[in-house]
């Protein structure tokens, strides 16, 4: 069938501009007049707040509370802890008037709120009993970006940041790994994306981290996108801004702390990994319509009243619009693909006067006709199926595109010729993840926790191992 609406460029024709167009036709985000900024939309804005209570409930469920920090932060408090005021400092915005009136101190926009907990946490930690403390704030943030891009890279952008404070090491590394584990939960259970886990490097970890944790998603085109992270910070932090506690023997102690985010760049993944030449294809867990009735003939007698009367039956099972207005059926269905709304319902007069309905799955685009009876029951199949289906295919282009190098020959010809994460061992030597990156754009993504091992010498100076990374190309 001929598409009704505009169709966007196919993603093997031009991969960038498919995204662009999903985007925009979708109805995601547009642009503003402040240059790197958009504007989430209603569609856009709807998907986000579906991954937020994901992520919220999940939160909640592991102790977490959720607080309020100012927007801005003094340049002194930033100045505190050196590996971080260097690490954000080249991309932050600074105000320096309230009105007219010049600041005695700047005010940076928060890139990140680590600071301003840290203050926080100084003032109100005194004893073992306060610990531990485990808050989490929803906010923007602003990082003053050079190229930007809508969802992947923008100069503010809506995140979660999670911020802890504990008694001992051991229990903040135990809440690092927990908030991950939690990333990849939302991923696989509500996004369902794939994702591989497991630590950066030194030169990619978080500005004044000890340990950064990562989950690498992997687009269709074979790039990877860093999707969460989970940072152990030690008592670094706490020694910067004497964040200190009594504990049960009276001794004074300095808090061990965490932090954890993930932000509107999921959206990005959820385009490039689900998406297809029609449009998005959403999971049903954050699709803001999962299922969409379209009344054939709805001139015709009974069908505008049979078409709202299963739309209202479906509000007890899922997400679900009526398109009752004027246009074309073709029309609709397009843009509803576009949208990648997980099924579509058709109800015409023969469907009438058979007792039954068309279900039409985006995933696959199978069309199966039911009984009118067992609709609740088909639809509720239908979606978890869905959230199956996607899965399964984006873990399928995952293992296709995931390459082995055991030699620098083998790396540069798989990285010349294709898209995808390439697994290959490391001495762990900062000066070959630079070669590697200066060579073939590649970048260090991630060293698995499972710690396989392909071969004994670094794929790149052939002195002896010591880990198996991840790299690819990221954005
Ligand atoms: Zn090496």
Redesign the pocket.
């Known amino acids: 069938m001929k598409k009704e609406i505009q169709a966007i460029t196919d993603m093997e024709v031009d991969f960038t501009q498919w995204y662009t167009d999903i985007v925009k036709k979708a109805d995601l985000a547009d642009y503003s007049t402040v240059k790197g900024c958009v504007i989430l939309r209603p569609y856009g804005y709807a998907i986000w707040e579906l991954i937020k209570a994901e992520l919220d409930r999940r939160f909640k469920d592991t102790g977490h509370e959720n607080v309020y920090m100012p927007m801005f932060i003094p340049e002194s408090l930033l100045q505190k802890e050196k590996d971080h005021v260097e690490g954000f400092a080249p991309e932050v915005a600074w105000v320096t008037h309230g009105g007219a009136t010049r600041l005695t101190e700047k005010l940076c926009v928060r890139p990140t709120s680590e600071t301003l907990f840290c203050e926080h946490y100084a003032s109100i930690i005194q004893s073992y009993r306060d610990l531990p403390k485990l808050y989490n704030q929803w906010c923007s943030v602003v990082r003053w970006e050079k190229t930007t891009r809508p969802f992947l890279r923008t100069t503010e952008f809506l995140w979660q940041e999670g911020h802890t404070a504990h008694a001992t090491r051991e229990e903040a590394t135990e809440e690092t790994i927990r908030m991950l584990n939690v990333y990849i939960d939302v991923c696989k259970n509500a996004l369902s994306i794939p994702v591989i886990s497991g630590q950066k490097t030194e030169k990619e970890k978080f500005a004044g981290a000890v340990d950064t944790y990562t989950i690498e998603s992997l687009m269709k085109n074979g790039y990877a996108l860093q999707s969460g992270t989970s940072h152990y910070f030690g008592d670094g932090f706490a020694k910067a801004f004497d964040i200190t506690f009594t504990d049960e023997n009276n001794k004074l102690q300095y808090v061990h702390q965490t932090s954890w985010g993930m932000s509107t760049r999921i959206i990005g993944a959820l385009i490039m990994v689900h998406g297809d030449n029609s449009g998005l294809v959403l999971p049903p867990a954050v699709a803001p319509i999962q299922v969409v009735v379209v009344p054939i003939a709805s001139h015709k007698e009974g069908v505008a009243e049979k078409a709202a009367e299963l739309a209202n039956r479906l509000k007890s099972v899922a997400r679900v619009k009526i398109d009752d207005s004027d246009k074309k059926p073709g029309w609709k269905f397009s843009e509803y693909e576009m949208k990648g709304v997980p099924i579509r319902l058709e109800i015409g007069p023969r469907d009438i006067e058979e007792n039954t309905v068309v279900l039409a799955r985006r995933d696959n685009g199978e069309k199966i006709t039911v009984p009118m009876d067992a609709l609740e029951a088909k639809v509720t199949e239908l979606l978890e199926d869905i959230s199956k289906n996607l899965y399964e295919s984006a873990q399928k282009n995952l293992a296709e595109k995931t390459y082995t190098a055991r030699d620098l020959d083998e790396y540069a010809e798989i990285a010349a010729s294709k898209n995808g994460f390439i697994k290959a061992m ?4 900062e ?3 630079i ?1 590697l990156k200066e060579k073939f754009a590649t970048t260090s993504r991630c060293m698995p926790f499972c710690g396989e091992k392909i071969g004994d ?7 002896p ?1 010591q880990k198996l990374v991840y790299w690819g190309k990221a954005y």
Do not use: F, H, M
């Open positions: 490391w001495c762990g030597d000066a070959c993840e070669s010498t670094c794929v790149c100076c052939k002195k191992a």
